[in-house]
T-cell receptor, first 111, second 114 residues
Framework: DAGITQSPRHKVTETGTPVTLRCHQT?????MYWYRQDPGHGLRLIHY???????DKGEVSDGYSVSRSKTEDFLLTLESATSSQTSVYFCAITPADGGYTFGSGTRLTVV | AQSVTQPDIHITVSEGASLELRCNYS??????LFWYVQSPGQGLQLLLK??????LVQGIKGFEAEFKRSQSSFNLRKPSVHWSDAAEYFCAVGPYFGNEKLTFGTGTRLTIIP
């Protein structure tokens, strides 16, 4: 499905620990995005990337960092996880015909 | 700043009935508009999109949407719903083609009753 995969699919972690989520794409798309989905809030943009080593903040970037050292991989890191970061995280890419193609999501629980 | 409002949190319709989901957007220029569908526990799938041209756009699964600039709306419609249409629907707006940085609405959950 458009060659975008997220890992892990599920993760439970403890408050204060670092967590890294991975988004991998196989189609050489330039733009990649990380969103979080929470009930009542829809999807909110955390960070995005417009190329290798080129990233920028979205509307809910506090507590998150990202890295893109290769075109195909976009990593999202929670430096010190908090319970408010319990969420479902989606990665997306922009295909040639516009819009987004989403990954299957990562369900993260911070206990 | 761009924004999207989906005023209906939850809608229930009977199978075979028509459907309209509302979406209002706020954006200063010509927007790029999208509808996505999410089945429980799944990712989001693109239903349709509007960039320019004909204001009535056709999508997958028999859905269509109409862009009305004067009303800042992009409502989603289907003439006859099927039980498999039960899902959550998200409207989104973006500034331009390419690095779209989409802004999503909060979603409308659709329930289908027999």
């Amino acid at each position: 499905d458009a060659g975008i995969t997220q890992s892990p699919r599920h993760k439970v972690t403890e408050t204060g620990t670092p967590v890294t989520l991975r988004c991998h794409q196989t189609e050489n798309h330039r733009y990649m995005y990380w969103y979080r989905q929470d009930p009542g809030h829809g999807l909110r943009l955390i960070h995005y990337s417009y190329g290798v080593k080129d990233t920028d903040k979205g509307e809910v970037s506090d507590g998150y960092s990202v890295s893109r050292s290769k075109t195909e991989d976009f990593l999202l890191t929670l430096e010190s996880a908090t319970s408010s970061q319990t969420s479902v995280y989606f990665c997306a890419i922009t295909p040639a015909d516009g819009g987004y193609t989403f990954g299957s999501g990562t369900r993260l629980t911070v206990v | 700043a761009q924004s999207v409002t989906q005023p209906d949190i939850h809608i229930t319709v009977s199978e075979g009935a028509s459907l309209e989901l509302r979406c209002n957007y706020s954006y200063g220029a010509t927007p790029y508009l999208f509808w996505y569908v999410q089945s429980p526990g799944q990712g989001l799938q693109l239903l349709l999109k509007y960039f320019s041209g004909d204001t009535l756009v056709q999508g997958i699964k028999g859905f269509e949407a109409e862009f009305k600039r004067s009303q800042s709306s992009f409502n989603l419609r289907k003439p006859s719903v099927h039980w498999s249409d039960a899902a959550e629907y998200f409207c989104a707006v973006g500034p331009y083609f390419g690095n779209e940085k989409l802004t999503f609405g909060t979603g409308t959950r659709l329930t289908i009753i027999p």
